[in-house]
């Protein structure tokens, strides 16, 4: 399944943990997920949507994941690092941010491309599911 990419609506912790609130397109439907995030994940990605990346004066600026996560090893059989990606948008502007994230985090994302294909599959993520 091809995913579009994940908009960002809100990055934050509360008494539960740190999160990512995640608007998602799927095939039966679109819905919002709370995805709960390590720590070094959580700081990765609060600190790029907390600035402002073209025009410190615009308010207008959209942030989405991108649904995939690359991962390279400097050596063989070494430690691997993770890289996530987020798109900064701001009017017709448009940059790529990469950033190092968690195995969690990837293990996570890997998890989504390759399981999940309805609202179903991800029902204990929604957000209306998480509040009760």
């Not at 995640?22 to 995805?35: E, F, S, T």
């Not at 959580?42 to 790029?48: D, H, L, P, S, W």
């Amino acid at each position: 399944m091809n995913f579009k990419n994940f908009r960002i609506i809100e990055v934050s912790k509360d008494k539960v943990g740190r999160y990512i609130k995640l608007g998602v397109q799927l095939l039966d439907g679109d819905c919002i997920i709370r995805w709960d995030l390590d720590e070094f994940t959580y700081k990765q990605i609060k600190e790029i949507v907390s600035k402002k990346h073209f025009d410190s004066l615009a308010i207008d600026y959209l942030y989405e994941i991108v649904p995939y996560v690359s991962t390279y090893q400097e050596k063989p059989k070494s430690q691997p690092y993770y890289r996530g990606a987020i798109r900064c948008i701001q009017g017709n502007r448009v940059a790529r941010i990469e950033f190092p994230c968690s195995e969690r985090f990837a293990g996570n994302m890997e998890w989504f491309r390759k399981e999940v294909k309805k609202v179903e599959d991800i029902k204990h993520l929604v957000w209306e599911n998480f509040l009760k």
